[in-house]
């Protein structure tokens, strides 16, 4: 996907860590996840990366019928080899999409943390009126938009906080 180089750099760790890459694949060159969907759809390829929760994939499902591949057997050690050759914000979790066929209930996924972040300008001020709103608003802002189903206050801080060396 040449507009989104990071999933070249996922996909590729991801690939690595179960002993294979891209020298054992075809590479069939899309702009964007989008049109690597629709090249699923329309045959020219075999397999596309997506999220899993893309109105795309839910199209592609209704025309040709699609499956994510789970991650059901990654080892600890697959899971850190990822993260370590992509990016730190990177880990498997399990998924119960509702309505999803394409992707079974239970099944691990690669995903990641998200973050937000604000200028080195912002003040104190503004970014604790956003954080609060963020941290009120936990139930509203999971139905708000798909991207953001997986947000908890809970889960505010990572587990998985990165190290400096």
Known sequence: ???????????DATMQAHGFSYKDVSIVPFA?????VAGVVDGRTDAAWAST????????NA????????????????E??????SFPSLYIDTFNLQDAPWLPAGSKMLTQEMYL??????????????L?????????????????????????????????S
Do not use: C
């Not at 850190?80 to 050759?85: P, S």
């Open 1 to 11: 996907y040449g507009a989104q180089p990071v999933l070249r750099v996922m996909s």
């Open 80 to 85: 850190d080899e990822i993260r370590n050759k």
């Open 63 to 78: 025309k040709v019928g699609v499956r994510f591949i789970p991650l059901n057997d990654v080892s600890q050690r697959q």
């Open 117 to 130: 972040a604000a200028s080195a300008k912002a003040s104190d001020d503004v970014v604790k009126k956003v």
């Open 32 to 36: 964007n996840v989008v049109q690597g």
């Open 53 to 60: 929760a893309m109105p795309q994939v839910r199209e592609a």
């Open 132 to 164: 609060q709103a963020l941290w009120d608003n936990e139930e509203e802002l999971r139905k708000a938009h798909p991207v953001m189903s997986g947000f908890l206050n809970k889960a505010a801080v990572t587990p998985r906080p990165v190290r400096k």
